[in-house]
């Protein structure tokens, strides 16, 4: 049986993940940790304590004293909070990483999952249908340490045998937990604003495509990419993971489909320049051959959902 530690199990990703796992595996199984108190839905339904994916005897007794066999590592600082503070975002999301490998190294748990990010790419990448293997020169803190991951994932795995695993996310949307601090983040934010006031003032400009996924579907393929036989992976660094690409715009006009008196303004800050280095669009076919990513929601179908569930939250 798998005994599987999900670190970071209070944030965006986690706190859903945790719960996919242990209706697949057993609540028993899912071991959920983090800095801070998860949600009561989390707490309630397994094990799991705070602990600090930074202190590395701490993590590697907790994952020897509980047979941990597989780890997901969701800790990091984003793209835009760790401009405001890169020395410290660095340290955090590189020292995350490595704590984790070595702890894979000197324990059963030999198969990592670690996040990387479209952040990876830069001003230089091909911004439409962006390669797999492609020029990668990122210009924000966040990029520069998910492409430094993403090569000590792959030697690892080359050197020592780690079971590494990670995809390039695109920006998530989610209407569990609310936005952290990350570029592609207006694209929750709008929802919760549209049922709060009828109106939202975004941060990028109208017309900036990204690549969005909803989280049922980077949840779903990210176990997806874990259950695949190791044989099936030709890549060991990360997957390029597309999702669905829009603008603000476009995403207002859906939302307006159900709500045809919300308005939007726009006032770019700093995190427009950071999404102007991003890819548009992705190119996502090596996924779809090695391990079938697949996915479920369009723009549409997407928004009536995010419509329908913050407002349900928000009462």
Known sequence: MEKILVIGCSGQIGSELVMTLRSIYGNENVYATDIKYPTDEVRDSGPGQILDVLDFQNLLHYIVRNNITQVYNLAAVLSGNAEKIPLQAWDINMKALINTILAAQQSDAK?????????????????????????MEPNTVYGISKLAGERWGEYYHQKYGIDFRSVRYPGLISYKTEAGGGTTDYAVEIFYEAIRHGRYE????????????????????????????????????????AGISFTPKQLAESIKKYMPEFKISYKP???????????????????????????????????????????????
């Open 269 to 315: 800050d700093f995190r427009q320049a950071i999404a102007n280095s991003w890819p548009a669009s992705i190119d996502d076919s090596v996924a779809r051959r090695d391990w079938g990513l697949t996915q479920e929601y369009d723009l549409d179908k997407m928004t009536k959902l995010m419509l329908e569930k913050v407002e349900e939250k928000l009462k």
């Open 202 to 241: 975004c941060f990028l400009s109208a017309d900036t495509a990204l690549p969005m996924m909803f989280m049922d579907d980077a949840i779903n393929n990210t176990i997806r990419l874990m259950q695949t036989p190791g044989e099936n992976l030709t890549l060991r660094s990360s997957y390029n993971v």
């Open 111 to 135: 198969k990592l999952f670690w996040p990387s990010s479209i952040a990876v790419f830069g001003p230089t990448t091909p911004r439409h249908n962006t390669p797999q293997l492609t020029i």
